[in-house]
Structures are given as structure tokens and as C-alpha cells.
């Protein structure tokens, strides 16, 4: 069956790194887009970073510069790597696969940036 892994999350410190790995398994990884969301406490789900399967990539205004996206196929894995993190970035911060009508969502890992 399908899934979608996360891990990498963690507490870190403003203006530290983490890199968000995300596993897929169960379908045909190369073929899907990959993004990854973000949802804090009290707010809505919203898009951070997107990657089609021709590795086309954009961003989120407030993580430009500071966040990358990139995948893997041979391993059929997403990452996010983040820098110069903000404590305005803690959320939990989900995986996403996506082709035409079909999208598959990962369980999330939680990410604090806090001193």
C-alpha cells in the first residue's frame, strides 16, 4: 500500500538547520510531484515547497532563500532541507504526493524552532 514517511523534525534553536527526509513507498515515485505543507497550531494547512516530477521546484514567499526542496528517485525519497530557521516556522510539516487525482498525504513531523 502506499505511505509516505517523514522524519527529521526536531527542536532547534533560530537560525539553526534540520533536513525533513520524506520515504514513499507503494506507487511509482518518479512519476509524482512532491511538496511539502505546513500547519501550525491554530492555522491552516499551507504549501512550503513543491517539486514536479521534471524537478521544477517553487516556494513559499516566507521560505525562499532559506528553504530546498529536492528529490531522490532512485532512493523514492523527498527532502527539505531548512536553514536559518525562524521560530514563525514551527509547525508540523507534512508530505505530499500528487498526480493528476490521485494525492497522498504523509503522518507529519513536528518541527519547533524556539531558544
Known amino acids: 500500500q502506499v505511505q509516505l514517511v517523514e522524519s527529521g523534525g526536531g527542536l532547534v534553536q533560530p537560525g539553526g538547520s534540520l533536513r525533513l527526509s520524506c520515504a514513499a513507498s507503494g506507487f511509482t515515485f518518479s512519476m509524482y510531484a512532491m511538496s511539502w505543507y505546513r500547519q501550525a497550531p491554530g492555522k491552516e494547512r499551507e504549501l512550503v515547497a513543491h517539486?514536479?516530477?521534471?524537478?521544477?521546484?517553487n516556494y513559499a514567499d516566507s521560505v525562499k532563500g532559506r528553504f530546498t526542496i529536492a528529490r531522490d528517485n532512485a532512493k523514492n525519497t523527498v527532502y527539505l532541507q531548512m536553514n536559518s530557521l525562524k521560530p514563525e516556522d514551527t509547525a508540523v510539516y507534512y508530505c505530499?504526493?500528487?498526480?493528476?487525482?490521485?494525492?497522498?498525504w504523509g503522518q507529519g513531523t513536528q518541527v519547533t524552532v524556539s531558544s
Open positions: 505530499k504526493a500528487g498526480l493528476l487525482y490521485a494525492h497522498y
Open positions: 517539486i514536479t516530477s521534471a524537478d521544477n521546484t
